[in-house]
Antibody, heavy 124, light 107 residues
């Protein structure tokens, strides 16, 4: 059974760095064709993909946020960590981590298991 | 970066109606498109991947088609539990992105 859970601060002051942790179970991140990603959703708005850590340690980021994001892993704890620098009120959103799997014959990845999300508010 | 648009942004329909949601990509993505359903306060649920492959357990009233830059999600006979938001997601060259979403409401 695959599960994921996000943890971290729910309130961040502008200009601070946000650190979110995704603790997962039920799979090994170094399994061929898997990944763990981060997605956010501002209240009432669209989903936005942020980052994906692939099974082979390849890391990819949203081009529009690349300079602010870092995704890392702690394999001993089954955790994936996302840091986002220079937080702003527009970054207020629910942040989700999700299990990703290579599903297509052409090699594409989608998110098939999701955490419940953590609402992060950026405010002074 | 590839941009996705969805139309309509919202629609009102009745139980039993057939509805179609369109997702367009700014560049060709072959068949690398997925669809998610999301209900208020919940994470998205993967419905379909690779344009038309249904996730196990998803009812057959959901279907997908398209290729390249234009894709559709069709619900053949809308059920009460289908009233939700629907999001498309693309994959190309190990980067991903989501569309703006379509909210399906009860008429």
């Amino acid at each position: 059974q695959i599960t994921l859970k996000e943890s971290g601060p729910t309130l961040v002051v502008p200009t601070q760095t946000l650190t979110l942790t995704c603790t997962f179970s039920g799979f090994a991140l170094n399994t061929n064709g898997l990944g763990v990603g981060w997605i956010r959703q501002p209240p009432g708005k669209a989903l936005e993909w942020l980052a994906l850590l692939y099974w082979d340690d390849d890391r990819r980021y949203s081009p529009s946020l690349k300079e602010r994001l870092t995704i890392t892993k702690d394999s001993s704890k089954n955790q994936v960590v996302l840091t986002m620098t220079n937080m702003d009120p527009v970054d207020t959103a629910t942040y989700f981590c999700a299990h990703s799997r290579r599903l297509c014959n052409t090699g594409c990845y989608s998110f098939d298991y999701w955490g419940q999300g953590i609402l992060v508010t950026v405010s002074s | 970066a590839i941009q996705l648009t969805q139309s309509p942004s919202s629609l009102s329909a009745s139980v039993g109606d057939r509805i179609t949601i369109t997702c367009r990509a700014s560049q060709g993505i072959r068949s690398a498109l997925a669809w998610y359903q999301q209900k208020p306060g919940k994470p998205p649920k993967l419905l379909m991947y690779d344009t038309s492959s249904l996730v196990s357990g998803v009812p057959s009233r959901f279907s997908g088609s398209g290729s390249g830059t234009e894709f559709t999600l069709t619900i053949s006979s809308l059920q009460p539990e289908d009233f939700a938001s629907y999001h498309c997601q693309q994959f190309k060259e190990y980067l991903l992105g989501f569309g703006p979403g379509t909210k399906v409401e009860i008429k």
